[in-house]
Structures are given as structure tokens and as C-alpha cells.
């Protein structure tokens, strides 16, 4: 089946610092990755759809310039949080789609980001 | 706006009986609809999908069923057990826009 990898799986940064977060298709070629954070005992918030070759399409109210998406093969993307503050401190998962629209996503194991 | 909603935080449910998880939303214009079971600090892990044009997706000891015209999907569990226990999601999209908008989720505990 489609397997994801998602590294690292915890990371903890001091504010001020840059964090970078791998996603990578490992089975199949995912030409559209979406990068998740979600909060304690929320949902899943889509923070971004990253397409292999071009720009990042962000949702409202997500910082482009904080949070930069790279999707630069079709099996790998990447979410570097830049200038990391404590309220960035979230556990951030990705997921790949997998054509066609019935393979599904499938899902990162998620990282957990402490800044201090 | 929550376009696709739990209203149930949380479900407990003995072993070997039912479990129904609820799901609402409200763009007219979502034709895929997933399930996905989540444990603390892991990925969602895909259950049971079912397209727009169904009203009933059966896969094993889990079935979800839509309600187009009253925009709600249910998932069923039978029988549940133990191991059921975690977090689900439901989640949707519109095929052309890919992305999927996710409920809050539900906690399913299962009792022995």
C-alpha cells in the first residue's frame, strides 16, 4: 500500500530558529502533498496544498512567509517554519494524494514541533 | 465556518455492540467523503471512503452510510472492539479542489 514517511517525528527548536519538516512518498509519485497542523484535541487545519514544480497554495490566514513549502519532486515536499516562536508549537502532519482520487490520501506520522 | 462537523466529542461504547459516529456538513459541493482513525502523535490512518454518487459503502465490520439531501454521513462499527478505540475523523472534498476540510473528531472508547 501507499506509505508516506514523515521526518522528524519530534523536534524541539529554540525560538528564533528554522525548522525543516520532510515528507516523502516513498511508494508512488504524489504530484499534490498537503501539509495539516492540528492543536491539542482539535482538528486537522489544512495549512497548505503543495504541488510538485510550483507554488505552495496557502489558506487564509496562514503565513506564507513563516511557513515555506517546497515541492521540488514528485516524492518529496517539505514545511520549514521559519523564525519559530512558542506559538508555533503544534504537531504538524502532511499527506499525499495518490492518483486516482480513489487510491486516497494517505497520511505522515506527523511531527511534533516545541519551540522554547 | 466548520463545513464539516462532529457534534460528538466523545462515544462510549461496549465490546461486541455498535458503534454509529456522526458527521455533518454543509458545502453542497463535496462529493468525497473519508474516515480516518487517529491515535495520539500519529498520522490519521485511512478507514472507509464513499463517493456522492452512493448512499452505502460496506468494507468488513465497517459501513458508512450518506444522506445527501440531510448532508450527513455516519459511520458503523460492528461489531466493536477493543482496539476501535481512538479518534476518528471524518473528512471531505470536492474533486476539484483535492483538498480535504476535516470535523473535529470524535473519541470512540470501546469497554470491555
Redesign the interface.
Known sequence: GAV?S?HP?RVICKSGTSVKIECRSLDFQAT?M?W?RQFPK?????MA?SNEGSKATYEQGVEKDKFLINHASLTLSTLTVTSAHPEDSS?Y?C?A?RQP??Y???????T?LTVV | DQQVKQNSPSLSVQEGRISILNCDYTNSMFDYFLWYKKYPAEGPTFLISISSIKDKNEDGRFTVFLNKSAKHLSLHIVPSQPGDSAVYFCAASDGGAQKLVFGQGTRLTINP
Open positions: 508516506v514523515q517525528s499534490t498537503f495539516y482539535q482538528s486537522l487545519m489544512l496544498t504537531f502532519i499527506s494524494l482520487l480513489t486516497g490520501y494517505t497520511f505522515g506520522s506527523g511534533r
